[in-house]
Every structure is written in C-alpha cells, then in structure tokens.
C-alpha cells in the first residue's frame, strides 16, 4: 500500500538543470532511507545518491559535485537537484525508499514507476 510518486523529470539541454521530487505515501510506519537510480537504454540500473540508516548521501562518482539530494523528513519527500547536466545523464531515474509499514516487522524496498531525463541539444 506504499506508493512513491515521482515528478520533475524532461527534456533539458546539455549544461541545464533539473529537479527531480519524490514523495512516499500509504500506511507507513517509518522510512529508513530514500534515494534515486537510473537506467540507461541497454545499461544496468545503477545508483545516483542513497542515504540509509541516517547516514549521510552516497553519490556515484559521475555526479558527484554536480547532484545534490535532500530530503523532507516530516513531508516523506526526497529531492535530487541536477545541475550541469551531460547527454550521458539521459537515463529513467527511479526513486528509491526503505520502509517499514505500520503491520510490517522489517524494512521492504519499494521503487517509484520511473521518470524520464533526456539531456540533448
């Protein structure tokens, strides 16, 4: 019964911006992480930025210093800030979220439905 739903994916020139949105909703009990991947046409599904257990945001090399996320605790929100986009940073983002449900003994992964980023001139 837990649903991400996601916004602020596009179209975007090379050098551009964008601001992804993601927000957790359904009987949730607690939310040990959020995050964002993204799968590239004919590549595996690889990690963007993560942050679980209240440990600080793992980013993946190739966006390091150009992504920024942050997350809204009290909103169940989680944001990925993209700046100085590449056409290599064209890719299905997907938002990520570790939840325990409020009947639920543990932590299950659940996954957004995917956004769209295409960066071309």
């Known amino acids: 019964q837990v649903q991400l739903v996601e916004s602020g994916g596009g179209l975007v020139q090379p050098g551009g911006s964008l601001r992804l949105s993601c927000a957790a909703s359904?009987?949730?009990?607690?939310?040990?992480?959020m995050g964002w991947y993204r799968q590239a046409p004919g590549k595996q599904r690889e990690l963007v930025a993560v942050?679980?257990?209240?440990?600080?945001?793992n980013y993946a090399d190739s966006v390091k210093g150009r992504f920024t996320m942050s997350r809204d605790n009290a909103k169940n929100t989680v944001h990925l800030q993209m700046n100085s986009l590449k056409p290599e940073d064209t890719a299905v983002y997907y938002c990520?979220?570790?939840?325990?449900?409020?009947?639920?003994?543990?932590?299950?992964?659940?996954w957004g439905q995917g956004t769209q980023v295409t960066v071309s001139s």
């Open positions: 359904g009987s949730i009990f607690s939310i040990n992480g």
């Open positions: 990520y979220a570790q939840i325990k449900g409020r009947r639920d003994g543990a932590f299950f992964n659940y």
């Open positions: 942050a679980l257990g209240g440990s600080s945001t």
